[in-house]
């Protein structure tokens, strides 16, 4: 068994949306070793009932903590609202995730205390990001807004297409004209129209990708506890998926910005 700071970052997602948490990881930290686990048999995790979202949850964490990681990183904004606690349960290792990130970066960069957040049917009817705010602030304003469209949109590849720009005009209306200063992406989806919700919030809005979140504080958990891979050779990227790999390679390699050498196809 490797060094433990040598050992992975397992990062997990219900499907391929992860991928932009790793490719922060990639950018931030680079010499880390990681692990990518996407259930694209059983995704999306949304319109299943809590109970089996902690089902699915504790039988991938089982699968990475067998894979001797040093970390967990909970890239599923829906696993993080619900089944968070399964896996702090069930880990010996360090767990982040998402929602958590997401909230102390956009009340660290909140300056008016009016926050939007927007997300997938489901995290926004969880409420999560509100509570996780207010805990950090209570006195936070927060305006929600669900996305649906979002998701299919990225991975058709539509990033800044006419349709993808108009169906963001139209969610975003109501959530601009609460005056916020901040905006969190609160799906892992999202930080890949980062440049087009840009363009449609402007310059006087902060706009908070969890993703990019997500990677700063790993950096600096791993950090405080003496964690930090400090090796030179080259990092190592694994890749399990428990369905559809040839879909999963083709997409990842968009979302990751470079090539994938190998998805392993796994049954939990």
Known sequence: ???ANEQPIGVFDSGIGGLTVVRALMERLP???VIYFGDTARVP?????VETIKRYTAQITEFLLSQNVKMLVIACNTIAA?????????????VLDVIEAGALTAVHHSRTKRIGVI???TTISSDAYGHAIHLLDPAVHIVSQACP???PLVEEGWWDHAVTRLTAQEYLG????EDIDTLVLGCTHYPLLKPLLKDLAGG??????????????TANLLREQGLMNSGCGSSEYRYYVTDFPLRFHHLGERFLGRAISDVQLIQL
Do not use: C, W, Y
Request: hydrophobic share 50%; charged share 15%; net charge neutral.
């Open 174 to 177: 109501s959530v601009l004209a």
């Open 149 to 151: 469209l979002f998701v």
């Open 204 to 217: 006087k809005i902060q706009l908070v990708d969890s993703a990019e979140a997500m990677a700063e504080i």
């Open 1 to 3: 068994m490797p060094a």
């Open 82 to 94: 619900v089944a968070r606690q399964v896996v702090k349960t069930m880990s010996p290792v360090p």
């Open 31 to 33: 010499h880390e070793n």
């Open 45 to 49: 995790f949304g319109v299943k009932s």
């Open 119 to 121: 997300g997938t049917m």
